[in-house]
Every structure is written in structure tokens, then in C-alpha cells.
């Protein structure tokens, strides 16, 4: 897997791609639905399959106290969608 940290990065990618978008904090069961899904289309269409989260969670930068708390730390969320 690779991680992109920035949007230029990611146009710099040399295929189309298909992202999957979300914040995945805890990768549970539809987390998992949703990657599957992704990873097969990619497959069939011959895509780069890319899944986009967020660090820090969006609420914390536009609503820092209605944020919820992170279940997983980034790291470990990499580890789980890996």
C-alpha cells in the first residue's frame, strides 16, 4: 500500500485510480464492505484502488468541540487497511 500524504501526489500517480473516502477510525465490518468493493472494481478496471482518510478528523479542524474521539490513532488505522 502506498500512502500519499498530499494532493499533488496524487495527480502525480501515473493511472486513474478509484478512492474510496472516509475517516475509517476502527475499520469495522462495512469499513471493510466498502474497501472490498473498491479493491474489486479497481481491479476490473483496471485501476489504481486508493483509500483516502482524513488526519486529524475534519470535525476537529471545523468544529474542534463537537469532534469525536478517535477510536485509532493514524498509525494503527494504516496498519488495519493495509
Not at 500517480?13 to 465490518?29: K, M, Y
Not at 473498491?38 to 488526519?55: G, Q
Not at 475534519?58 to 468541540?65: G, I, Q, T, Y
Amino acid at each position: 500500500m502506498n500512502v500519499v500524504h498530499s494532493l499533488q501526489e496524487l495527480r502525480a500517480l501515473e493511472r486513474n485510480s478509484s478512492i474510496a473516502i472516509g475517516n475509517f477510525d476502527g475499520v469495522h465490518r462495512g469499513h471493510h464492505m466498502l474497501l472490498d468493493r473498491n479493491k474489486e472494481f479497481s481491479a476490473t478496471e483496471d485501476l489504481i484502488n486508493i483509500v483516502y482518510t482524513f488526519d486529524p478528523h475534519p470535525a476537529k479542524l471545523f468544529r474542534p468541540k463537537l469532534a469525536p474521539a478517535l477510536i485509532e490513532p493514524l498509525e494503527v488505522r494504516l496498519e488495519m487497511l493495509y
